[in-house]
């Protein structure tokens, strides 16, 4: 595909239910990051990946969040135990540099409603 | 910790008319300030890209510039259409990192 990918589009889950997200990078992108959009606020940084490691995770909300990235592509973010505050678009982007300083391009997102 | 706010969070103008939409930021150190448009129930799509060292990057009908001495980004859009309504979001990446710190956006309607 031509760009970013992400699956589900929509995802709902009963409080305390785990979900996982995916995300398909551009092919060849290094950096991949992901993004929590809460309605009517801009995108907030959650983490980065280069390549397969994790350089920075300091966006994660709890320790109930965890991604990875093992093989340098795909992503998934993981959110256990789920609570109504973790409704929200989840965006994922990737970038061609290792820097991760250049155009990021954006999946449509995936919206989780939390009930 | 970079806040970025865009003023005014809505705006709708007649079809032909100019738009002009601000961006300010509060740590200059900045490695680059990028524009994207979001449409509902999508992802967001990069229009302009500049540089701290530019003063201003051109596509087509949006010319963005940047002060970064006042902490400012202003991206205009000549003779707009129906078609440009949607959310305009800017955001900062930082000169330490690659984070992108984005502002809420401004929403715009273009009447036909």
């Known amino acids: 595909g031509a760009g970013v990918s992400q699956s589900p589009r929509y995802k709902v889950a009963k409080r305390g239910q785990d979900v996982a997200l995916r995300c398909d990078p551009i092919?060849?992108?290094?950096?991949l990051f992901w993004y929590q959009q809460a309605l009517g606020q801009g995108p907030e940084f959650l983490t980065y990946?280069?390549?397969?490691?994790?350089?920075?995770k300091s966006g994660l909300p709890s320790d109930r969040f965890f991604a990875e990235r093992p093989e340098g592509s795909v992503s998934t973010l993981k959110i256990q135990r789920t609570q109504q505050e973790d409704s929200a678009v989840y965006l994922c982007?990737?970038?061609?540099?290792?820097?991760?300083?250049?155009?990021?391009?954006f999946g449509p997102g995936t919206r989780l409603t939390v009930l | 910790k970079q806040e970025v706010t865009q003023i005014p969070a809505a705006l709708s103008v007649p079809e032909g008319e100019n738009l002009v939409l601000n961006c300010s930021f509060t740590?200059?150190?900045?490695?680059?300030l990028q524009w994207f448009r979001q449409d509902p129930g999508k992802g967001l799509t990069s229009l302009l890209l500049i540089q701290s060292s530019q003063r201003e990057q051109t596509s087509g009908r949006l010319n963005a510039s940047l002060d970064k001495s006042s902490g400012r980004s202003t991206l205009y859009i000549a003779a707009s259409q129906p078609g440009d309504s949607a959310t305009y979001l800017c955001a900062a990446q930082g000169g330490a990192d690659y984070k992108l710190s984005f502002g809420a956006g401004t929403t715009v309607t273009v009447r036909a």
């Open positions: 982007a990737s970038s061609f540099r290792t820097s991760g300083r250049d155009t990021q391009y």
């Open positions: 092919s060849g992108h290094v950096s």
């Open positions: 990946f280069q390549n397969e490691a994790q350089l920075d």
């Open positions: 740590d200059s150190a900045i490695y680059n």
